[in-house]
């Protein structure tokens, strides 16, 4: 609540209940919706005590799933802060016909299921598909493999950057740059020492939603990857397969996992929202 | 000669911002672009800089040409109307950032580069704000830290897009003073665009009126101030009483006024529009004169005043408060033009019989004293 909202001390006495009812509904409601839940996993995870969890996350197919799930992570931000950032860059700085078309389609996997992104990447490089057999005779694995699970990591995670950064050069302009110019800077000094310090909040906020986005992927990742076991599991692939093999606390453990690094994730992002608001 | 322009035009998309201009600049010029919004004046301004070109046109500095050069190549120290400072920088750095941008082997060592910093800092009188940043600095610091972020790289020409357009009154008269001062001692070539006359009369060696894409008149303010060479540059000048007059062998004549303290001019008989400032009307109280005071307000120092003729013409004037304590409305009065500027032509929409052109010469010769 802003300090302009309070009533002062001589504000005439007005009945609170109401008031404090809703916040104590609000405050249930998150808990049952998404508190309990979440503690829930953890609770689970380690029911069997601490050394059947840890087994059960060192078991090699969990481990190679973390690693997967990291290494897709590692590719596919920092192509999306390079892309993003350029896109951003285009869009903010300059006019040009199809400037437009090119922002909505890089929000486009905002309004997109998932899923579809999964089915179109299987039908571009499928066996059967536009790409797939110019592929095959050269004998590139796409699908069911890495490159296919980073791709389609790629199409959902690809506004988060371009729609946090995009905002601010717009609102910032372009005069700092100019003035930079004027004053003998290089392009490469102009976005080292004018443009990317005046956006890299909003730049990691970007990369710190991809990252959230990338890790916890299951949709598009599900149709692409072929599920192999120890090959090409992601985590929260591996959790489902866990959860069918009815192996609970297994499941639990690298659901655990998964959303202990979503917790640090947040953790990261309230830091940098912090920051981003008060150099807005 | 330092720096010269001809011919220059710039169009974008259908629009012509600029159409054709000529403009010299002599080493050590103080010149204030003065014109209303739209008339190209910072777009001139940009162009010089090389942050934009020309469609047409040449641009040269002490006669290399200009347009080939890139802003950088240029070395002008350009200040934007909001200051364009980088936030995330010292005051201090911001100011050496012109230096530190160098190529290395021309960029001073840190040394010398923290010498000049601390020569500007105090030079611009800001030397206790060095380690601040620009979010906790006023508007007018705000303003000397651009100019000496401008000034370290020693450019040839510093340019000024509206440099007190967004301070307050007595913020702007005070930066006004002191951007002589620096001018004059530091002695670097300028160039400020502004829409406020007084702000472009005080401040300038020359000014350069523009409207519309042209330059309409280019002088001393007081040679500008007194003599305005196009009905435009009148109007923008203040002299925004226009009445329908008579040339007649270069006396300027018209009903109800008294015109005998304008000077002759050179110029064909026949309808003219004399262009006075409200300032320069005395109303003269004459029961035989066809003018009556039709409203007096006061606004403290000036007495508002309008006088009416029944034909439908209206003048308004300012009077002195306590030189007018004798005028009263109803009060039928002679209005004498203390100065003025006439152009050929009737006034729009006031057109008066046209009478017969004669030669300017002739009209001269006849009527020399």
């Known amino acids: 609540m802003r300090a302009a909202s309070t009533p002062g001390a001589l504000a005439p006495r007005e009945d609170r209940t109401a008031q404090y009812v809703l916040i104590g509904l609000a405050f249930l409601g998150t808990a049952f919706i998404v508190a309990v839940p979440l503690a829930y996993i953890f609770w689970r995870a380690l029911s069997d005590g601490v050394a059947a969890f840890a087994a059960n996350i060192i078991a090699p197919d969990t481990l190679h799933a973390i690693w997967l799930t990291s290494v897709v992570a590692l590719i596919t931000v920092p192509v999306n802060i390079v892309i993003g950032l350029s896109a951003a860059w285009l869009i903010a700085r300059f006019t040009f016909p199809g400037r437009k078309l090119l922002l909505t389609i890089i929000e486009l996997p905002f309004s997109i299921s998932p899923i579809i992104a999964g089915v179109c990447y299987l039908l571009l490089y499928g066996r059967q598909g536009l790409l797939g057999p110019t592929l095959g005779a050269a004998d590139i694995q796409i699908l069911f493999a890495l490159p296919g699970i980073v791709l389609v990591t790629l199409f959902v995670t690809a506004p988060f950057v371009t729609r946090e950064v995009l905002p601010l050069m717009q609102a910032q302009g372009s005069e700092q740059e100019q003035a930079a110019l004027t004053l003998g800077a290089t392009g490469f000094q102009i976005f080292r020492l004018v443009t990317l310090p005046n956006i890299r909040w909003a730049l990691l906020y970007g990369a710190v939603l991809a990252t959230a986005r990338a890790v916890g992927e299951f949709g598009a990742v599900s149709v692409v990857s072929g599920s192999i076991r120890g090959q090409t599991n992601t985590l929260p692939l591996q959790i489902e397969l866990l959860f069918n093999d009815l192996n609970i606390v297994g499941a639990f453990a690298a659901a655990s996992t998964l959303t202990l690094i979503a917790l640090i994730v947040l953790i990261v992002k309230t830091v940098i929202e912090g920051r981003v608001g008060r150099e807005e | ?369």
């Open chain 2, 1 to 369: 000669m330092t720096l010269s322009l001809s011919h220059i035009t710039r169009r974008f998309g259908k629009t012509e911002v600029l159409r054709g201009i000529d403009l010299e600049i002599d080493k050590g010029e103080l010149i204030a672009l003065l014109g209303p919004s739209g008339s190209g004046k910072t777009s001139l301004l940009r162009i010089i800089a090389g942050l934009d070109w020309p469609d047409a046109g040449t641009l040269a500095f002490d006669g290399q040409d200009w347009l080939s050069r890139s802003a950088a190549e240029r070395k002008i120290g350009l200040v934007f109307q909001h200051y364009a400072l980088f936030p995330h920088m010292k005051v201090r750095d911001n100011i050496a950032f012109g230096l530190n941008v160098l190529p290395r082997a021309e960029r001073p060592g840190k040394g010398a580069v923290a010498e000049t910093v601390d020569r500007l800092l105090s030079f611009l009188q800001i030397a206790p704000l060095g380690d601040r940043y620009p979010a906790e600095l006023s508007g007018g610091q705000r303003q000397r830290v651009a100019l000496g972020r401008a000034m370290a790289i020693q450019p040839r020409v510093l340019l000024l897009d509206e440099p007190f357009g967004a301070l307050d009154a007595q913020v702007r008269r005070d930066l006004r003073r002191w951007l002589r001062g620096v001018h004059d001692s530091a002695g670097i070539t300028t160039i400020f665009v502004t829409h406020d006359q007084e702000e472009a009369f005080e401040l300038a060696d020359r000014v350069v009126v523009m409207n519309e894409g042209r330059i309409e008149q280019t002088g001393r303010p007081d040679q500008i101030y007194d003599h305005p060479a196009t009905p435009f540059v009148a109007r923008f000048l203040g002299l925004n009483v226009e009445l329908p007059v008579t040339l007649n062998a270069g006396r300027i004549e018209a009903h109800g006024l008294d015109l005998s303290a304008l000077p002759r001019r050179a110029m064909p008989d026949g309808p003219a529009t004399l262009f006075l400032r409200p300032a320069d009307i005395l109303p003269l109280p004459d029961p035989n004169a066809p003018f009556r005071l039709t409203e007096i307000a006061s606004t403290g120092a000036l007495l508002r005043i309008v006088a009416e003729d029944g034909t439908g013409c209206r003048i308004e004037a300012e009077v002195p408060r306590r030189a007018g304590t004798r005028l009263e409305t109803g009060m039928n009065v002679l209005l004498r033009a203390e100065a003025g500027q006439v152009f050929p032509g009737s006034a729009q929409g006031r057109a008066t019989a046209p009478a017969a052109a004669s030669d300017i010469t002739h009209a001269l010769k006849e009527n020399r004293p």
